[in-house]
């Protein structure tokens, strides 16, 4: 699975908890367990986006680090 793709599934997955997240807000329900999975999957998404940021900047240089 390329890095984008495993971005794309992380983002499908957000937008899922977060609809799951709006209806029990309406129904007034604890979404905790929600909150917590929404979270963890934007450190991911952050932590991905970070290091294509630095790869594109220090193309030789972030290589060597990132391999």
Excluded at 2 to 14: D, G, H, R, V, W
Excluded at 30 to 48: F, P
């Amino acid at each position: 699975m390329s890095q984008s793709q495993y971005t794309k599934m992380l983002e499908k997955e957000i937008q899922a908890i977060n609809k799951k997240i709006d209806l029990k807000i309406m129904r007034g329900e604890s979404y905790i367990r929600e909150a917590r999975n929404h979270k963890l999957l934007l450190k991911k998404v952050r932590y991905n986006s970070r290091r294509n940021f630095f790869q594109k900047i220090f193309p030789t240089f972030s290589s060597s680090i990132f391999a």
